[in-house]
Protein backbone atom coordinates (compact mmCIF):
# COMPACT_ATOMS: atom_id res chain seq x y z
CA UNK A 1 0.00 0.00 0.00
CA UNK A 2 1.25 3.42 -0.66
CA UNK A 3 1.75 6.31 1.83
CA UNK A 4 0.15 8.16 0.09
CA UNK A 5 0.88 11.70 2.26
CA UNK A 6 4.97 10.62 1.68
CA UNK A 7 4.41 10.49 -2.11
CA UNK A 8 2.51 13.71 -1.69
CA UNK A 9 5.85 15.73 -0.42
CA UNK A 10 8.03 14.17 -2.49
CA UNK A 11 6.41 14.62 -5.84
CA UNK A 12 5.57 18.49 -4.62
CA UNK A 13 9.26 19.03 -3.86
CA UNK A 14 10.54 17.76 -7.14
CA UNK A 15 7.99 19.87 -8.84
CA UNK A 16 8.93 22.74 -6.73
CA UNK A 17 12.53 22.38 -7.64
CA UNK A 18 11.91 22.55 -11.16
CA UNK A 19 14.14 26.03 -12.73
CA UNK A 20 12.17 28.99 -14.16
CA UNK A 21 13.29 27.96 -18.34
CA UNK A 22 12.50 23.90 -17.56
CA UNK A 23 8.61 25.13 -16.27
CA UNK A 24 8.34 27.70 -19.64
CA UNK A 25 9.27 24.86 -21.83
CA UNK A 26 7.13 22.24 -19.91
CA UNK A 27 4.18 24.53 -20.83
CA UNK A 28 4.83 24.39 -23.96
CA UNK A 29 5.39 21.14 -24.41
CA UNK A 30 2.14 20.19 -22.23
CA UNK A 31 0.27 22.51 -24.85
CA UNK A 32 1.30 20.45 -27.86
CA UNK A 33 0.55 17.55 -26.29
CA UNK A 34 -3.24 18.42 -25.01
CA UNK A 35 -3.82 19.86 -28.77
CA UNK A 36 -3.18 16.57 -30.23
CA UNK A 37 -5.13 14.57 -28.04
CA UNK A 38 -7.44 12.40 -30.45
CA UNK A 39 -10.63 13.47 -28.97
CA UNK A 40 -9.71 16.91 -28.51
CA UNK A 41 -13.37 18.60 -28.95
CA UNK A 42 -14.41 20.76 -31.50
CA UNK A 43 -15.89 23.34 -29.43
CA UNK A 44 -17.72 24.20 -26.03
CA UNK A 45 -16.28 25.08 -22.38
CA UNK A 46 -12.47 23.85 -22.04
CA UNK A 47 -12.11 23.47 -17.84
CA UNK A 48 -8.51 24.09 -16.49
CA UNK A 49 -7.10 25.26 -13.05
CA UNK A 50 -5.25 28.29 -11.73
CA UNK A 51 -0.90 26.66 -11.34
CA UNK A 52 0.02 27.03 -8.16
CA UNK A 53 2.80 24.89 -5.39
CA UNK A 54 4.55 24.10 -8.62
CA UNK A 55 2.24 22.88 -10.94
CA UNK A 56 2.39 22.49 -14.55
CA UNK A 57 1.33 26.19 -16.43
CA UNK A 58 -1.89 26.32 -18.45
CA UNK A 59 -1.21 29.52 -19.95
CA UNK A 60 0.33 28.55 -23.16
CA UNK A 61 -2.65 25.87 -23.85
CA UNK A 62 -5.29 28.59 -22.71
CA UNK A 63 -3.83 31.04 -25.18
CA UNK A 64 -3.72 29.18 -28.07
CA UNK A 65 -7.34 27.72 -27.65
CA UNK A 66 -9.20 27.62 -30.98
CA UNK A 67 -12.26 30.03 -30.98
CA UNK A 68 -14.57 27.36 -30.65
CA UNK A 69 -13.48 26.71 -27.10
CA UNK A 70 -14.54 28.57 -23.96
CA UNK A 71 -11.91 28.64 -21.19
CA UNK A 72 -12.82 27.98 -17.61
CA UNK A 73 -11.86 28.43 -14.17
CA UNK A 74 -12.81 25.71 -11.08
CA UNK A 75 -14.90 27.97 -8.27
CA UNK A 76 -15.71 26.06 -5.39
CA UNK A 77 -19.39 25.66 -4.47
CA UNK A 78 -20.31 23.37 -1.28
CA UNK A 79 -18.26 20.00 -1.60
CA UNK A 80 -18.05 20.22 -5.20
CA UNK A 81 -16.73 22.26 -8.28
CA UNK A 82 -18.47 24.19 -10.39
CA UNK A 83 -16.70 25.68 -13.55
CA UNK A 84 -16.61 29.74 -14.92
CA UNK A 85 -15.41 31.23 -18.14
CA UNK A 86 -12.53 32.94 -17.44
CA UNK A 87 -10.07 35.19 -19.87
CA UNK A 88 -6.67 37.39 -18.76
CA UNK A 89 -7.84 40.41 -17.25
CA UNK A 90 -10.88 39.13 -15.88
CA UNK A 91 -11.99 39.85 -11.82
CA UNK A 92 -10.76 36.91 -9.29
CA UNK A 93 -11.01 36.04 -5.83
CA UNK A 94 -8.99 34.27 -3.11
CA UNK A 95 -11.13 31.03 -2.47
CA UNK A 96 -10.16 29.32 1.44
CA UNK A 97 -7.30 27.59 -0.09
CA UNK A 98 -5.64 30.53 -1.33
CA UNK A 99 -6.41 29.60 -4.92
CA UNK A 100 -7.93 32.25 -7.80
CA UNK A 101 -10.96 31.31 -8.97
CA UNK A 102 -13.43 33.74 -11.36
CA UNK A 103 -15.53 36.20 -8.98
CA UNK A 104 -18.70 35.04 -9.70
CA UNK A 105 -22.00 33.80 -7.59
CA UNK A 106 -20.94 29.91 -7.19
CA UNK A 107 -24.73 28.98 -7.61
CA UNK A 108 -24.60 30.75 -11.39
CA UNK A 109 -21.41 28.78 -12.62
CA UNK A 110 -21.45 25.42 -14.94
CA UNK A 111 -21.87 22.56 -13.43
CA UNK A 112 -19.20 19.71 -14.15
CA UNK A 113 -21.59 18.12 -17.11
CA UNK A 114 -21.82 21.38 -19.15
CA UNK A 115 -17.64 20.75 -19.62
CA UNK A 116 -16.87 19.06 -22.89
CA UNK A 117 -12.63 18.77 -21.34
CA UNK A 118 -11.37 19.40 -18.29
CA UNK A 119 -7.75 19.40 -17.64
CA UNK A 120 -7.01 18.35 -13.83
CA UNK A 121 -3.79 19.08 -12.08
CA UNK A 122 -2.45 16.43 -9.90
CA UNK A 123 0.83 15.87 -7.91
CA UNK A 124 1.60 11.97 -8.93
CA UNK A 125 -0.17 9.49 -12.12
CA UNK A 126 0.99 6.41 -13.39
CA UNK A 127 0.52 4.41 -16.47
CA UNK A 128 -2.41 2.96 -16.13
CA UNK A 129 -4.14 6.80 -15.66
CA UNK A 130 -4.58 6.78 -12.06
CA UNK A 131 -4.60 10.58 -10.88
CA UNK A 132 -3.02 11.02 -7.11
CA UNK A 133 -4.47 14.70 -5.83
CA UNK A 134 -3.85 16.85 -3.32
CA UNK A 135 -6.20 14.91 -1.10
CA UNK A 136 -9.06 17.17 -0.37
CA UNK A 137 -11.27 14.84 -3.17
CA UNK A 138 -12.39 17.81 -5.06
CA UNK A 139 -12.59 16.28 -8.54
CA UNK A 140 -13.34 12.93 -7.69
CA UNK A 141 -16.60 14.81 -5.66
CA UNK A 142 -17.52 16.54 -8.51
CA UNK A 143 -16.80 13.93 -11.49
CA UNK A 144 -18.59 10.78 -9.24
CA UNK A 145 -20.99 10.67 -12.21
CA UNK A 146 -18.73 9.53 -14.45
CA UNK A 147 -17.79 6.61 -12.72
CA UNK A 148 -18.05 3.25 -14.49
CA UNK A 149 -19.16 5.43 -18.18
CA UNK A 150 -17.54 7.24 -20.43
CA UNK A 151 -19.55 10.35 -20.17
CA UNK A 152 -18.32 13.82 -20.93
CA UNK A 153 -16.23 15.27 -20.32
CA UNK A 154 -13.07 14.33 -21.19
CA UNK A 155 -10.65 14.05 -17.81
CA UNK A 156 -6.95 14.69 -18.81
CA UNK A 157 -4.41 15.46 -16.03
CA UNK A 158 -1.54 17.36 -16.51
CA UNK A 159 1.83 17.12 -14.87
CA UNK A 160 5.62 17.20 -15.12
CA UNK A 161 6.96 13.83 -16.34
CA UNK A 162 9.03 13.73 -13.31
CA UNK A 163 5.21 13.51 -11.34
CA UNK A 164 4.93 9.83 -13.06
CA UNK A 165 5.23 7.01 -10.67
CA UNK A 166 5.32 3.34 -10.69
CA UNK A 167 1.78 2.51 -9.59
CA UNK A 168 -0.41 3.96 -7.32
CA UNK A 169 -3.39 2.15 -5.51
CA UNK A 170 -6.64 3.10 -6.83
CA UNK A 171 -9.46 4.20 -3.79
CA UNK A 172 -13.42 3.06 -4.55
CA UNK A 173 -13.87 6.66 -5.07
CA UNK A 174 -11.15 7.86 -7.48
CA UNK A 175 -12.64 8.78 -11.08
CA UNK A 176 -10.77 7.53 -13.93
CA UNK A 177 -9.00 9.77 -15.95
CA UNK A 178 -9.41 9.61 -19.82
CA UNK A 179 -5.49 10.59 -20.48
CA UNK A 180 -2.58 12.11 -18.66
CA UNK A 181 -0.63 14.43 -20.52
CA UNK A 182 2.84 15.94 -19.58
CA UNK A 183 5.04 18.08 -21.52
CA UNK A 184 7.13 14.73 -22.97
CA UNK A 185 4.10 13.13 -24.32
CA UNK A 186 0.65 11.56 -23.40
CA UNK A 187 -1.05 8.62 -21.96
CA UNK A 188 -3.51 7.33 -23.50
CA UNK A 189 -6.05 4.13 -22.60
CA UNK A 190 -6.00 1.51 -22.34
CA UNK A 191 -2.99 2.08 -20.46
CA UNK A 192 -0.37 0.03 -20.71
CA UNK A 193 1.63 -0.21 -17.53
CA UNK A 194 5.32 1.01 -19.04
CA UNK A 195 4.31 2.59 -22.38
CA UNK A 196 4.03 6.07 -22.96
CA UNK A 197 3.30 7.41 -26.44
Not at 122 to 150: E, H, I, K
Not at 153 to 168: C, E, K, S, Y
Not at 190 to 197: K, V
Amino acid sequence: MTDRSALRRRLRDQRRALPAPARIAAAEGLAQQLFALPQWPASGYVAGYWAGDGEIGLHVFQMRLPPGAIYCLPVLHGDVLRFAPWRAGDALVTNRYGIPEPDVEPASALEARDMALVVTPLVGFDGRGNRLGMGGGWYDRTFAFRRGQSAPPMLVGAAFALQRVDALDAADWDVPLDAVCTEAGMILPPFPPDETR
